[in-house]
């Protein structure tokens, strides 16, 4: 093996290390890092023991709360997976806006992803998700995969609207070869106005949510204030079958006013 065959070899085996190293992201599952797990367990195991003390007083409910751990994940895991496409959508805006400008400048639509990654790596650093799916384009690209497939791939993937639209957009461009200058700026205005108009919505509901958090806290704070005033005031309500009876439909109907007062604080543009 001569020179040249040697480092057109180490050319491509590091080109497949490359693509090893950035997969494809799944973004309907959510992997939780080791920090992530020992956080919400430890969130799970608190949110259990104020229960106990508030509602129960007994060591069984904590063998009663086990089957219940995969649910608080999967909820936690959809929080997670809900904030991760919201600031993708955000940080999409930016890369388009990078893109526009690359096309404008006369590049290529392969030229201006690469110029947009690294401006994105400079912003977001190299974990973040649009970074990463840029680096992702980049090595396909080598590879010989169109960009158009690429961005089409992405919105199916990221099950997000306004990147679902722009791979399509951006697929029948190509195909018929429109303008791709206007194109990119008409879709970068409608997606700033649709992500200014989502933030100035969070902002307005960041308020009520703040007081949907405290209002949360009310109940237990009042049956904590009670046991603390009037030691024995309570207590017919713990260790017998009538009183955790109680105690668990006020708890129930709890966890559902819970439950709806998240879901109308969260709007969705």
């Known amino acids: 093996m001569n020179c040249i065959e040697k480092k057109n070899w180490k050319k491509i085996k590091n080109l497949e290390n490359k693509t090893k190293k950035e997969e494809k992201i799944?973004?309907?599952?959510?992997?939780?890092?080791?920090?992530?797990?020992?956080?919400?367990l430890a969130e799970y195991m608190g949110i259990v023991s104020t229960i106990n003390v508030l509602c129960y007083r007994s060591v069984y409910v904590y063998f009663f709360a086990i089957p219940f751990v995969g649910v608080f994940v999967r909820w936690k895991k959809k929080e997670k997976m809900i904030q991760r496409k919201q600031h993708l959508s955000y940080h999409f805006a930016d890369a388009l806006r990078g893109l526009q400008t690359g096309v404008r400048a006369g590049r290529s639509m392969e030229q201006s992803v690469k110029e947009c990654r690294k401006e994105l790596?400079?912003?977001?650093?190299?974990?973040?998700?649009?970074?990463?799916?840029?680096?992702?384009?980049?090595?396909?690209?080598?590879?010989?995969?169109?960009?158009?497939?690429?961005?089409?791939?992405?919105?199916?993937?990221s099950?997000?609207?306004?990147?679902?639209?722009?791979?399509?957009?951006?697929?029948?461009?190509?195909?018929?070869?429109?303008?791709?200058?206007?194109?990119?700026?008409?879709?970068?205005?409608?997606?700033?106005?649709?992500?200014?108009?989502?933030?100035?919505?969070?902002?307005?509901?960041?308020?009520?949510?703040?007081?949907?958090?405290?209002?949360?806290?009310?109940p237990g704070i009042m049956i904590l204030y009670v046991q603390l005033t009037s030691k024995g005031a309570l207590d017919s309500l713990y260790h017998n079958i009538a009183g955790v009876s109680i105690m668990s439909i006020c708890l129930s109907l709890y966890v559902v006013s819970f439950i709806m007062g998240r879901k109308i604080v969260r709007i969705q543009v």
């Open 26 to 40: 799944n973004y309907a599952v959510y992997r939780f890092s080791k920090k992530e797990w020992f956080k919400v």
């Open 121 to 157: 790596q400079q912003i977001y650093g190299e974990k973040d998700d649009i970074v990463r799916e840029f680096i992702f384009m980049e090595q396909q690209m080598s590879l010989g995969v169109p960009v158009e497939q690429l961005f089409l791939e992405f919105g199916k993937r």
């Open 159 to 218: 099950d997000v609207e306004d990147i679902k639209n722009f791979g399509e957009i951006f697929l029948i461009s190509r195909r018929t070869g429109g303008n791709l200058g206007k194109i990119m700026e008409k879709i970068t205005q409608v997606l700033g106005k649709k992500i200014s108009v989502d933030r100035e919505i969070q902002t307005e509901l960041s308020g009520k949510i703040l007081e949907q958090k405290v209002m949360s806290m009310v």
